[in-house]
């Protein structure tokens, strides 16, 4: 056959869970004088809707059984679907066997990944995988020389338009675009049943891990002009980036949603029951986070730690964007504002921001979950659980002659929190629950402690302070100080307490270190490296 040929569309098998637009859809293929097939639910919809439908088990000749488990699985229905129409011995079999050529399949699966995502039990999740649809979406595919398959409700208005103006036919390339789409939903969807079976299975380090998402959104580009992107999802529900609302401003970027997901995925640490939190992200990495009795002023105290590259940032807040907040952030040029909600006033000030773009999510998402995080290498990817670890004050061990008061446990906490979000080697001074100097993704830990201390002087040359802001702070540090130069840096800048994991080799050198620089010092026994 020559590919290039139209096939005419005569019969087509409809068999769906998800029957947003279906009505219309039935309707306009009866109108088109195309014979409809389907099964059970589906079937008793196109008939309240007063369509003519054939059911499948008078096609096969087998009534449903099974609980609806054996319903499609009969030559009849695969025999439709396979057969080669231009092979003579194929023609011959229907002929013999009485099938009949099944046209157009139109099916979507069982919502397994709904039902995962809203805590089903295990035999509830296990009843919810589809066989009978896959299988038939896979045989579509395979002979889409022949067979138009639709597994997207977005796909139903365009396959509609085709037949219509083409005399009940469709084109070989929609049907190969169409065949593609379907073959990557029944790939989604059984990477969805073995991700979550892996994670029904204690300890198991699957031999096969299969990714998969929905297409978002096409980007204009990806971290640079030269290179193409796209966003795809992966269908969870947890409030952040992927499912915000956006309310204004020009489309997102590559570099905004990533630096977008990073400042939200922090700023989600500090929950809304201990008060307002700011965080501004600039590549990713923190150049301000701050607590506050307001969101306004959490916003300033951050914007304070590093004014210069605050500018084109991005802003996210743990509550509710109010309009004085608004009013302050507009006041610099701001990429990304992302919150759980915003007031009509502040959607008020910021229209006037055309540029800027505001994101609301409906919650934060819970920085505890366990989730898989993903990176992919050359001819493979990095596969390990989220950094989800946290310290009590139970788990700190004081390991100098000076102990932290309470006010330095409390910006010990803070800093620590902020530092597993800063690109190793991290350093993150802070003082009243406020970074006041950030250090990130230098190749030694001096040269991460020895920039922080930097930027605080900045900060109180921008705030006119007599002396640096790192004065009088805590330190915190992802992982252990090898030598304790990076730790005397930091009392050389004023820092009076240090929080580390520990576990170096040098342990008693760093600490006699500390000792004698009057510094307290405690212990975390847990980094966080963060490449």
Same mark, same amino acid.
């Given at each position: ?25 039935? *309707? ?31 096609? *096969? ?35 013999? /066997?009485?099938? /009949? ?20 039990? #295990? ?32 796909? #139903? ?25 379907? #073959? ?98 600039? /590549? ?115 390991? *100098? ?19 597993? /979000? ?6 993150? #001074? ?102």
């Amino acid at each position: 056959m020559d590919e290039a040929q139209p096939v005419q569309v005569r019969r087509a098998l409809i068999s769906v869970s998800d029957k947003t637009g279906l009505i219309e859809f039935a *309707t306009g293929l009866a109108g088109l004088g195309i014979e409809l097939i389907s099964t059970g639910g589906t079937a008793r919809a196109l008939r309240d809707a007063g369509l003519e439908v054939a059911d499948v088990s008078d096609v *096969t000749g087998f009534p449903e059984m099974m609980d609806g488990r054996v319903k499609t699985l009969h030559p009849m229905v695969h025999g439709g679907l396979l057969a080669l129409r231009d092979n003579s011995e194929h023609l011959a079999a229907m002929e013999t /066997h009485g099938i /009949h050529g099944i046209d157009l399949l139109v099916v979507n699966l069982y919502p397994f990944e709904e039902t995962v995502a809203g805590g089903a039990n #295990y035999e509830t999740a296990i009843e919810n995988i589809d066989i009978g649809g896959p299988a038939m979406i896979r045989a579509a595919s395979k002979n889409h020389r022949f067979v138009t398959v639709v597994v997207d409700v977005e796909d #139903y208005e365009r396959t509609l338009e085709e037949l219509s103006q083409n005399d009940c036919t469709t084109r070989f390339a929609l049907r190969q675009e169409l065949a593609q789409i379907a #073959y990557a939903r029944t790939a989604a969807y059984d990477a969805a049943v073995s991700t979550w079976m892996a994670g029904q299975i204690e300890g198991v380090t699957p031999r096969r891990r299969v990714f998969a998402g929905t297409l978002q959104q096409s980007l204009r580009y990806g971290e640079n002009p030269h290179q193409s992107a796209a966003f795809y999802v992966d269908g969870q529900s947890h409030p952040g980036v992927s499912s915000a609302v956006q309310h204004q401003g020009k489309e997102l970027s590559y570099n905004n949603i990533n630096d977008t997901d990073a400042a939200f995925r922090l700023v989600s640490e500090f929950a809304p029951g201990e008060g307002p939190a700011c965080a501004i992200i600039k /590549h990713a990495n923190p150049c301000g986070v701050a607590r506050g009795e307001t969101f306004a002023q959490a916003f300033s105290r951050a914007f304070d730690c590093d004014r210069t590259s605050a500018f084109g940032g991005i802003v996210a807040l743990n509550g509710t964007l109010d309009e004085e907040t608004a009013k302050a952030i507009s006041e610099i040029f701001t990429e990304v504002v992302i919150a759980p909600d915003a007031t009509d006033g502040a959607k008020e000030v910021f229209a006037a921001k055309k540029n800027l773009r505001l994101l609301t999510t409906g919650g934060l998402p819970n920085p505890t979950n366990e989730s898989l995080s993903v990176r992919q290498v050359a001819c493979g990817w990095l596969v390990q659980d989220d950094d989800i670890g946290r310290v009590g004050p139970r788990d700190l061990k004081i390991v *100098t002659k000076k102990a932290p008061t309470e006010d330095q446990l409390a910006d010990m906490a803070f800093a620590w929190t902020i530092a597993k /979000h800063v690109k190793s080697n991290a350093i993150v #001074y802070a003082k009243d629950g406020q970074t006041v100097g950030i250090g990130a993704g230098q190749m030694s830990r001096l040269d991460s402690s020895t920039i922080a201390a930097i930027k605080a002087g900045r900060m109180a040359e921008a705030l006119e302070l007599p002396q640096s802001t790192a004065v009088g702070s805590v330190v915190a540090s992802d992982a252990f100080f090898p030598f304790a130069d990076g730790l005397l840096a930091a009392a050389e800048a004023g820092a009076e307490a240090i929080i580390q994991p520990g576990g170096s080799m040098r342990d008693d050198e760093v600490i006699a270190a500390a000792d004698q620089a009057g510094l307290a010092m405690v212990f975390t026994g847990m980094r966080h490296f963060k490449h």
